[in-house]
């Protein structure tokens, strides 16, 4: 049977429109303007691939908030994290970022404001007492003071960008316990995961009271951590500043995963 010439032409222009929407991103991402703010965790120091025009900042090809631009293609996409950042840094240096065309931001911060690189530096080189005391230190600060910084830091982000929304993304456990694994004691590994654990329920208090939504990551890396047999966290190692952060694997199977699950 011949089909009329005019039917052909229909029916293969539908079939390009098919195809071309289904090569597209989703609609929603072409008007997104993303912002992505934080510390290390966000920037992706340890997972490799740096942007060199980033500096000491060590904004990596491999970070979640990079490979969500390149997988969304959305309107704008601006990369401010940056390694070490506190939550006075991100107010000072990464805020300006931010409009009120803003549609999305993301950000991971608290780590480095409760001295976190600091206490497990003491706990790799130090006895499991001097450990103790210092993971006890940062827990009085998480507990004390980290609470209305992150407070303070919500309120700007809100202010500067009132249309947003504002997903925040918050720290693994570092350690997975079991009988036998080379490095620190087992005493030394629960005292840094009841850290985390507690850094984890301040900034999840502090999302809720900032209306934020919270993407938690400890689900994705749980099996994942060190001592598990498969890591998605560098171990110690050189550079030291690497150690405990997330590999490519952790940043895109873990914060990614994290990410996408909430959007």
């Not at 997903?167 to 490095?183: A, E, F, M, Q, S």
């Not at 900032?210 to 001592?227: I, K, P, Q, W, Y």
Request: glycine share 8%; hydrophobic share 40%.
């Amino acid at each position: 049977m011949r089909v009329p010439r005019r039917a052909l032409t229909t029916v293969c222009a539908l079939i390009l429109a098919i195809a071309l929407t289904a090569l597209a991103p989703p609609a929603s991402a072409a008007t997104v303007n993303y912002v992505a703010l934080g510390d290390s965790y966000s920037s992706g120091l340890g997972a490799g691939s740096y942007d060199s025009a980033s500096g000491s900042c060590q904004r990596s090809n491999n970070a979640y908030p990079k490979l969500w631009a390149n997988a969304n293609s959305p309107a704008s996409f601006r990369f401010v994290a940056c390694s070490g950042a506190t939550t006075t840094s991100v107010m000072n240096d990464q805020l300006g970022a931010l409009g009120s065309g803003t549609t999305l931001v993301t950000i991971t911060v608290g780590g480095n404001d409760a001295g976190f690189a600091k206490v497990m530096e003491t706990c790799v080189l130090g006895s499991d007492s001097t450990c103790l005391n210092a993971v006890n230190t940062a827990k009085t600060f998480m507990q004390n003071q980290l609470p209305g910084r992150l407070d303070t830091l919500y309120r700007a982000i809100r202010s500067r960008a009132p249309s947003a929304r504002v997903v925040v993304l918050d720290y693994p456990r570092l350690y997975k316990i079991v009988n036998v694994c080379v490095g620190l004691s087992n005493t030394k590994r629960t005292a840094l995961n009841g850290a985390a654990d507690l850094l984890d329920s301040v900034i999840a208090s502090a999302a809720g009271r900032a209306n934020f939504t919270l993407s938690g990551v400890r689900d994705e890396f749980m099996g994942h951590e060190l001592c598990s047999g498969h890591d998605w966290l560098n171990a110690v190692t050189i550079p030291i500043n690497h150690s405990y952060h997330p590999t490519a694997l952790g940043q895109r199977s873990g914060y990614y995963a994290a990410l996408n699950s909430v959007l």
